[in-house]
């Protein structure tokens, strides 16, 4: 069983609406979540991380946080054309070991 | 956010040639750095965990005697990939953890590398 698992996609959505990504983690007592963006050639950008349970909004951006059921989701509200990336999960364990999942890809339709 | 910084963005070379690469945290200390490397449409692959002053931990399957890491201080660690050849020819991509954080890492630009 990997340590962060994604769904791959692709993920495709029309222009203005919710892009919802999800992911799924096997080490319960993890404590930091963190959402990536990599556009295609670039490496990764931190979107947001979140560490509590329940919601936590920057922007168009929430990510959620479920630590009973081991799930962590980051929802994009208002796609554009422009959020069209590979967007990684990454978590930390209580070792401080740091895992990544392998990314869904997103394509915003206009 | 922090910034992370590699040299150079991109390099051609020779087989057999050696060729070095350099992360640099800028605003911040990095007790530890990652080496990844990604071929196109892959996932990342972590190739080592680099902490200032001790030894690199090198993930199962990455040669340590060909990807030569030092880091030597808590804002650089270079990544040296000696007698390159073209399977090595990918995207190497350094990222700094912010230890006074959350702990995120935060990823340098990438350093193309293609081995003729």
């Known amino acids: 069983q990997k340590e962060v698992e994604q769904n791959s996609g692709p993920l495709s959505v029309p222009e203005g609406a919710i892009a919802s990504l999800n992911c799924t983690y096997s080490d319960r007592g993890s404590q930091s979540f963190f959402w990536y963006r990599q556009y295609s050639g670039k490496s990764p950008e931190l979107i947001m991380f979140i560490y509590s349970n329940g919601d936590k909004e920057d922007g168009r951006f929430t990510a959620q946080l479920n630590k009973a059921s081991q799930y962590v989701s980051l929802l994009i509200r208002d796609s554009q054309p422009s959020d069209s990336a590979t967007y990684l999960c990454?978590?930390?364990?209580?070792?401080?070991?740091?895992?990544f999942g392998t990314g869904t890809s997103l394509t915003v339709i206009p | 956010g922090a910034v992370v910084s590699q040299h150079p963005s991109w390099v051609i070379c020779k087989s057999g040639t050696s060729v070095k690469i350099e992360c640099r945290s800028l605003d911040f200390q990095a007790t530890t750095m990652f080496w990844y490397r990604q071929f196109p449409k892959q996932s990342l692959m972590l190739m080592a965990t680099s902490n200032e002053g001790s030894k690199a931990t090198y993930e199962q399957g990455v040669e340590k005697d060909k990807f030569l890491i030092n880091h030597a201080s808590l804002t650089l660690s270079t990544l040296t990939v000696t007698s390159a050849h073209p399977e090595d020819s990918s995207f190497y991509i350094c990222?700094?953890?912010?230890?006074?954080?959350?702990?995120?890492?935060?990823f340098g630009p990438g350093t193309r590398l293609t081995v003729l």
């Open positions: 990222s700094a953890r912010d230890s006074s954080t959350m702990g995120e890492q935060f």
């Open positions: 990454a978590v930390r364990t209580p070792g401080n070991q740091f895992y």
